[in-house]
């Protein structure tokens, strides 16, 4: 299985300032098709995973444009430009290019 | 809108059984693979199986390999997960999820639903 690292596990952010997430995984999420099969996703609390980005960079439907994701092969980063209130929650970052899908261990962003 | 509403969890004992359930609307169900996602309580999110979009295809994590069953029936825009041999460590949140490629294969999960408790105890 593919084993998905991410780091740090918390993070405590004042709003306004930005924040990163890295996500490493053990092998190389790029498929022959040329695609590399790589998503983030946010669960709020008490909510269950919505999701945030995928394919690395791509921001799905309704994702405010502070959140950016970039990285290739194994190496991977969610920023946030400008963290707000509403972004707390646990991040998780998951390979789609194998099965079974894998997730990382989850990053908790608080607000300062 | 994409909505996706499970149902079915409850108490069971270890060693019992148990069928989830998902309803889905919003979208053309059987153009799309569909997943089980399950969190345990306080853990992070472990992927159990995925079905595609005309149910000729399953797979499944080794942890439930062999005791739980994904299936689909797309004239109810419905899928389910019929669970066996439960075990203490099968206790969790089990989330319906859309798979975001259409048509055949598999790519990755956009859609989630809201989850259905199961527990696992004597």
């Known amino acids: 299985d593919i084993v998905m690292t991410q780091t740090p596990l918390s993070l405590s952010v004042t709003p306004g300032q930005p924040a990163s997430i890295s996500c490493k995984s053990s092998q190389s999420l790029l498929h022959s098709d040329g695609k590399t099969y790589l998503y983030w996703y946010l669960q709020k609390p008490g909510q269950s995973p919505q999701l945030l980005i995928y394919?690395?960079?791509s921001r799905f439907s309704g994702v405010p444009d502070r959140f950016s994701g970039s990285g290739s092969g194994t190496d991977f980063t969610l920023k946030i430009s400008r963290v707000e209130a509403e972004d707390v929650g646990v991040y998780y970052c998951?390979?789609?290019?194998?099965?079974?899908?894998?997730f990382g261990q989850g990053t908790k962003l608080e607000i300062k | 809108e994409v909505q996706l509403v499970e149902s079915g969890g409850v108490v069971v004992q270890p060693g019992g059984s148990l069928r989830l359930s998902c309803a889905a609307s919003?979208?053309?169900?059987?153009?799309?693979?569909m997943h089980w996602v399950r969190q345990a309580p306080g853990k992070g999110l472990e992927w159990v199986s995925l079905i595609s979009w005309d149910g000729g295809s399953t797979y499944y994590a080794d942890s439930v390999k062999g005791r739980f069953t994904i299936s689909r029936d797309n004239s109810k825009n419905s899928l389910y997960l019929q669970m066996n041999s439960l075990r203490t460590e099968d206790s969790a949140l089990y989330y319906c999820?859309?798979?975001?490629?259409?048509?055949?294969?598999?790519?990755?999960?956009?859609?989630w639903g809201q989850g259905t408790l199961v527990t696992v105890s004597s």
């Open positions: 999820a859309k798979d975001n490629h259409y048509g055949s294969g598999s790519y990755g999960v956009d859609y």
């Open positions: 394919e690395v960079s």
């Open positions: 919003g979208f053309t169900f059987d153009d799309y693979a």
């Open positions: 998951m390979q789609s290019i194998q099965l079974p899908y894998t």
